[in-house]
């Protein structure tokens, strides 16, 4: 029984910044990889970055130097640094979160509802 609540999203000026957050809850969870997808209108869904429970991260090439990945493991939030945004990054932003249920000892995918990420010309 895990819970992803994304917020964050918007609409931007190309250049501009934007924070987006997923805030992770569960009873007797244990949050293992977390990660940031985002499917724009007609195309497949793409991972843009992942970072391991200890910290280590990796990024699709098309966002690397300017998106930033980060979490809070005491407070169970991920969080997405978008930094230099692009028309191209336009799309919507899901989180995933592989989560391990300790009393049934299951490891299960959990995914976000999406959020709006737009960025104007």
């Known amino acids: 029984q895990v819970r992803l609540v994304e917020s964050g999203g918007g609409l931007v000026q190309a250049g501009g910044s934007l924070r987006l957050s997923c805030a992770a809850s569960g009873r007797f969870v244990s949050f293992g990889t977390m990660d940031w997808y985002r499917q724009a209108a007609g195309k497949e869904r793409e991972l843009v970055a992942s970072i391991t429970s200890n910290g280590r991260t990796n990024y699709a090439d098309s966002v690397k130097g300017r998106f930033t990945i980060s979490r809070d493991n005491a407070k169970n939030i991920l969080y997405l640094q978008m930094d230099s945004l692009k028309p191209e990054d336009t799309a919507v932003y899901y989180c995933?979160?592989?989560?391990?249920?300790?009393?049934?000892?299951?490891?299960?995918?959990?995914w976000g509802q999406g959020t709006q990420v737009t960025v104007s010309s």
């Open positions: 995933n979160v592989a989560a391990h249920l300790n009393f049934v000892n299951k490891d299960i995918s959990t």
